[in-house]
């Protein structure tokens, strides 16, 4: 069959690939900002995070709604939105549906840090890292291109750094200008530095 018979499957496929990209660049600069490494005014950091995770957003949106013209599978809005609907690779499925809507309810959340308070805003925040671990595992398991060697070197090259990063922050390595200091500093009034994000 030629490639117009699976447009559909096709452009899902470009759009889930883009979807994942953009999620590991987008939790890479939240690591970044959170290490103090990127430059810049705290309002132009924040700005570039929310066009990535709207970015994330909108391609995970794209992924799952142009399945819905696929020609194989001919799911229902509900398969691709519900979890465990869709019988074809049900858990993988699930995982791909599960991670989508918590990224998109994590992006969302930034429009209501104000309401629920900055502590509580970062430790819900910290949970976009389990769903971009589960949007991984779904491409892995599922995704077409998965087994392709031009795949694997591109998913490494998006994920290195941010496993890196993960890896100097659980060390408590200094990314930035410095560590942090203690609540107990802050108090004393000895952290001379602005606050940042």
């Avoid at 430059?39 to 909108?58: F, N, Q």
């Avoid at 971009?132 to 779904?138: Q, R």
Wanted: net charge positive.
């Amino acid at each position: 069959m030629s490639a117009s018979g699976h447009l559909f499957w096709i452009a899902s496929r470009g759009a889930g690939i883009t979807a994942l990209l953009l999620a590991s660049t987008a939790v890479c600069y939240g690591l970044l900002m959170a290490g103090r490494v990127v430059k810049g005014s705290a309002t132009d950091r924040r700005a570039y995070h929310e066009m990535l995770g709207l970015s994330v957003m909108v391609a995970t949106a794209v992924h799952g709604l142009t399945l819905l013209g696929d020609g194989y599978l001919h799911p229902s809005l509900l398969d691709i939105t519900i979890p465990f609907a869709l019988g074809y690779e049900r858990v993988a499925t699930t995982l791909g549906i599960v991670a989508g809507w918590a990224l998109v309810a994590l992006g969302l959340s930034f429009y209501i840090r104000n309401r629920i308070g900055r502590e509580r805003f970062k430790l819900i925040h910290r949970f976009t890292l389990l769903a971009w671990l589960a949007g991984l595992v779904h491409t892995l398991i599922e995704g077409t291109d998965a087994g392709q060697l031009w795949f694997l070197v591109l998913l490494a090259i998006t994920t290195a750094p941010l496993v890196l990063l993960l890896v100097l922050r659980a060390t408590g390595a200094r990314l930035g200008r410095g560590a942090q200091p203690t609540t107990r500093a802050r108090a004393a009034g000895l952290d001379s530095r602005p606050a940042g994000p």
